[in-house]
C-alpha cells in the first residue's frame, strides 16, 4: 500500500480536513482553488482512500442541532463468533449512525459491541436500544446505554498549512 502523496494531494487534504465546502459543487469550488478539475479533486480523494493516505470522507454532523438531543451508546456483550454478523446487521439500522467491535475488560467490562443511537429523547434512543435487544435475541447477553451529556469536538489528525 502506497500512501505517498504529492504536493497537490497535501494542499487537498488541507483544504478538506475540516469538511468539504457548504456549496452545490464542492468538488469544481476545490478544484478551482487547487487549479484541478472537479474529477481531479474526486480521483485524488479516491486513490488516496484506496492507499490509505487518508481514512474516509464523510458528514459529521452536529446531532444536537438537527434535533437529535439524546444520544445514546448502545454496548452489549454478544458472542465473539457472531460478532461481525450483528455488527453488519446492527449497522445498517436506519438508526444507528456508528457501529464497531471493541475489545472486552472482563469483569469490568463485558461488552464487545458498540452501536450508537440518537433520539429526539431518551426515551426513544431506549426503545430503539430495546429493538436492537429484540433483534439479537438470545445473542444479547448483557447491554446498557450510556447517554452523552455534551457534544465533543469531533476533528482528527490535523496537518498544517
Known sequence: MNAAVDEIDRRLIIATQSGLPLV????????????ISAE???????????????????????????????????VWDVPDERIDEWG????????????????RKVPAWPYNLFAMVHGGSREEVRHKVASIATLLG????????????????????????
Open 24 to 35: 452545490s459543487r464542492p468538488y469544481q469550488l476545490l478544484g478551482e482553488q487547487l487549479g
Open 40 to 74: 481531479d479533486v474526486m480521483q485524488r480523494l479516491k486513490r488516496m482512500l484506496e492507499s490509505g493516505a487518508i481514512r474516509r470522507i464523510g458528514a459529521v454532523p452536529n446531532h444536537y442541532a438537527i434535533g437529535y438531543t439524546a444520544n445514546g451508546m448502545s
Open 138 to 161: 438470545t445473542d444479547c447477553r448483557a447491554c446498557d446505554v450510556l447517554f452523552s451529556t455534551g457534544i465533543l469536538k469531533k476533528t482528527g489528525l490535523r496537518i498544517g498549512g
Open 88 to 103: 453488519g446487521r446492527i449497522g445498517a439500522l436506519d438508526f444507528v449512525t456508528h457501529c464497531y467491535h471493541r475489545p
